[in-house]
T-cell receptor, first 114, second 113 residues
Framework: NAGVTQTPKFQVLKTGQSMTLQCAQDMNHNSMYWYRQDPGMGLRLIYYSASEGTTDKGEVPNGYNVSRLNKREFSLRLESAAPSQTSVYFC?????????????FGPGTRLTVT | TQLLEQSPQFLSIQEGENLTVYCNSSSVFSSLQWYRQEPGEGPVLLVTVVTGGEVKKLKRLTFQFGDARKDSSLHITAAQPGDTGLYLCAGAQSSSNTGKLIFGQGTTLQVKP
């Protein structure tokens, strides 16, 4: 039982390049989330998916797109990377879209854009 | 936009000391969670508090939700080096059940042996 897995763990991009961050969970959770973590700013929600087939914007969605491929997988795409997108990205999942449910986080992807 | 202010941002103490971390907002939250994060890993949930005035204990950690559900505190008694890490509070928006959490900036705790 792997929980939430993310690939890759590290990535360096040049400005303007594109890439997709992959996330998968094996807990049969309905809801999935993408966050970015920057020093001194906690975690900020980029996009979330309440259930398979639905996605919604979070606090900082500009420059990102997401796809909920199926119940297990939720990917985050950077179409044209910018230095401001240098960050640590975390995927999370929870059983339901209710505030008292625990969110389970992956190990993160460390992205540097030069 | 609902904001959560965490204080202090950094704390370095000796083993055996007590400490308190605060999480404050001007907004009401329907519930509040505390997570702990170690370097190179994702956050892991410690506790969820949902009722105003609620107190929960987890071994040497005591969590309290304010009566008005706008603030919370985490108190650690007799800190140990294993408590070292980043502590994050996260509030659930009270307007609707969206599952979205608002995170505080985090408190980095270092406990020296």
């Amino acid at each position: 039982n792997a929980g939430v897995t993310q690939t890759p763990k590290f990535q360096v991009l040049k400005t303007g390049q594109s890439m997709t961050l992959q996330c998968a969970q094996d807990m049969n959770h309905n809801s999935m989330y993408w966050y970015r973590q920057d020093p001194g700013m906690g975690l900020r929600l980029i996009y979330y998916s309440a259930s398979e087939g639905t996605t919604d914007k979070g606090e900082v969605p500009n420059g990102y797109n997401v796809s909920r491929l199926n119940k297990r997988e939720f990917s985050l795409r950077l179409e044209s990377a910018a230095p401001s997108q240098t960050s640590v990205y975390f995927c999370a999942s929870s059983e339901a879209l209710w505030d008292s449910y625990e969110q389970y986080f992956g190990p993160g992807t460390r992205l540097t854009v030069t | 936009t609902q904001l959560l202010e965490q204080s202090p941002q950094f704390l370095s103490i000796q083993e055996g000391e007590n400490l308190t971390v605060y999480c404050n907002s001007s907004s009401v939250f329907s519930s509040l969670q505390w997570y702990r994060q170690e370097p190179g890993e994702g956050p892991v949930l410690l506790v969820t508090v949902v009722t105003g005035g609620e107190v929960k204990k987890l071994k040497r950690l005591t969590f309290q939700f304010g009566d008005a559900r706008k603030d919370s505190s985490l108190h650690i008694t007799a800190a140990q080096p294993g408590d070292t890490g980043l502590y994050l509070c996260a509030g659930a928006q009270s307007s609707s059940n969206t599952g979205k959490l608002i995170f505080g900036q985090g408190t980095t705790l270092q406990v020296k042996p």
